[in-house]
């Protein structure tokens, strides 16, 4: 049996995983109904699988000094489940517990992941990692959740720029707070 591995990514309705405007995190568009639905969905074991970048955006909030009250609960059992950093760049011992480091090809890396990892793999953002496995055909599910915001002018890292083309199965579709969608899609390579 293989283990699941989920895309997680936050998009604008224009395809922008980040910004660097004013917008705040969420593009400010958080909710009670949707941190609920973060919380669930890391609330049971699993595996992160993240790119060097990812990693490097996290780390300052790794450090024994900072106060992690101030990050909603998903957050916090993110920065506490085990993770795979894949990286030939950065070595261990990493402030993340429980972090390892693959510096392998990552499609190996990801496939042998799979093959023995007893808990769901679920990567957040790590858009240049997650474009390569979803080409490379690992990625069993993309789960996007839509922000009601275009950022044309501040809008930075279109999440599916060099991917291959895929048709997507709808899985689930929820809307949380009125406003947020979270998408649930099985990709399969088109053509």
């Given amino acids: 049996m293989t283990a699941a591995y989920t895309f997680d990514i936050f998009s604008t309705l224009d395809g922008f995983a980040n910004h660097d405007g004013d917008w705040g995190g969420y593009w400010g568009k958080q909710g009670p109904e949707f941190l609920?639905?973060?919380a669930a969905a890391y609330r049971d074991p699993l595996?992160?699988?993240?790119?060097?970048?990812?990693?490097?955006s996290n780390a300052p909030f790794l450090d024994a000094g900072f106060d992690r009250s101030v990050f909603d609960g998903w957050i916090?059992?993110?920065?506490?489940?085990?993770?795979?950093?894949?990286?030939s760049r950065l070595t261990e011992p990493l402030d993340w517990p429980d972090t390892t480091i693959e510096s392998?090809?990552?499609v190996e890396v990801v496939t042998r992941l799979k093959a023995e990892s007893d808990v769901p793999l679920r990567s957040h953002g790590s858009l240049t990692l997650n474009r390569a496995l979803l080409n490379a055909g690992l990625v069993d599910t993309i789960e996007v959740t839509v922000f009601p915001v275009i950022s044309g002018a501040t809008g930075v890292d279109r999440?599916?720029?060099g991917a291959d083309d895929f048709d997507l199965e709808l899985l689930e579709a929820r809307t949380f707070d009125r406003h947020t969608q979270v998408l649930t899609y099985r990709p399969t390579r088109h053509g």
């Fill in 159 to 161: 999440i599916f720029d």
């Fill in 76 to 87: 916090t059992r993110m920065f506490a489940s085990p993770v795979t950093v894949l990286s």
């Fill in 36 to 38: 609920a639905h973060r």
């Fill in 47 to 56: 595996r992160m699988v993240l790119g060097a970048t990812t990693y490097a």
């Fill in 104 to 106: 392998g090809d990552p």
